[in-house]
């Protein structure tokens, strides 16, 4: 079981749901990885009829063919979604043209997600300096703060929030692999075979075995035991940075995806 919700998370929520009575427009960082489980339904509620925007966040790292089906289906529940690479300006870019769609005097955004889903990246690519603190792993931001992007435009990063429990297994592993959830709040071994094995039942045979690669990357111990446990961190690291490929974690037609 893999479960992580601080405290800070629910002081979060509370901040968020005041802050919507003053924004414009919601924007919603989803690692494209994760389309499903990385959403959290709680902030999708709360949301209720803001007008919103899905951005997938590492789109480099996601299944090019996969993310552009995603992006039709939130099409089709009347959501604008956009594939982005949050370390490229020009895909910012595209962000922030929709910020300024329909904006009055002052348009106002509120920038929300899971942990390490790329918030404060696309807030400092908005704003175009290091104005929110980054770091490749959960949990970084703890508050919320007011950045000036443009003139007449201003957008508000928060914390990343989780579901108090998460209830599908599957998206347990799968938060872990993707970052979302920090690495001491899980076993990395027990994440990497469930990855390794997810990736052999859809015939991804460009993800190795925990144990293949273990042994390709000299993680052996005296007398020739291939050392899978402290390969498991290494693993994660280079799922998570693309050593296999751009590899999606769901499809629009995985049952636990719709």
């Not at 990343?160 to 920090?182: C, F, R």
Request: hydrophobic share 45%.
């Amino acid at each position: 079981m893999i479960q992580w919700y601080p405290g800070h998370m629910a002081q979060a929520m509370r901040r968020i749901a005041d802050a919507l009575r003053l924004v414009d427009v919601a924007v919603e960082a989803i690692d494209a990885r994760l389309p499903c489980g990385g959403a959290n339904p709680a902030l999708e509620r709360m949301l209720g009829r803001k007008r919103r925007i899905v951005v997938l966040t590492r789109s480099d790292l996601a299944d090019p063919s996969l993310t552009r089906a995603w992006i039709e289906v939130f099409a089709r529940r009347s959501v604008t979604a956009v594939a982005v690479d949050a370390r490229q300006a020009r895909s910012i870019g595209r962000i922030a043209g929709l910020l300024a769609q329909g904006k009055r005097s002052t348009a106002r955004a509120i920038v929300v997600g899971i942990p390490n889903a790329g918030k404060s990246t696309i807030v400092n690519a908005l704003v175009k300096r290091a104005a929110a603190k980054t770091e490749r792993r959960a949990g970084v931001t703890r508050r919320t703060q007011w950045f000036r992007i443009a003139p007449g435009v201003e957008v508000m990063d928060t914390p990343g929030v989780l579901v108090p429990k998460i209830a599908s297994l599957q998206t347990q592993w799968k938060l872990a692999a993707v970052g979302a959830i920090p690495r001491e709040r899980f076993d990395p071994e027990a994440v990497a075979v469930q990855l390794a094995q997810w990736a052999a039942r859809i015939g991804l045979r460009r993800l190795p075995s925990l144990e293949a690669f273990a042994a390709e990357r000299g993680f052996v111990r005296r007398g020739g035991k291939v050392d899978t446990h402290n390969a498991a961190q290494s693993y994660l690291r280079a799922f998570d940075h693309g050593a296999f490929g751009r590899i999606s974690l769901e499809s629009p037609d995985d049952a636990e995806a719709t």
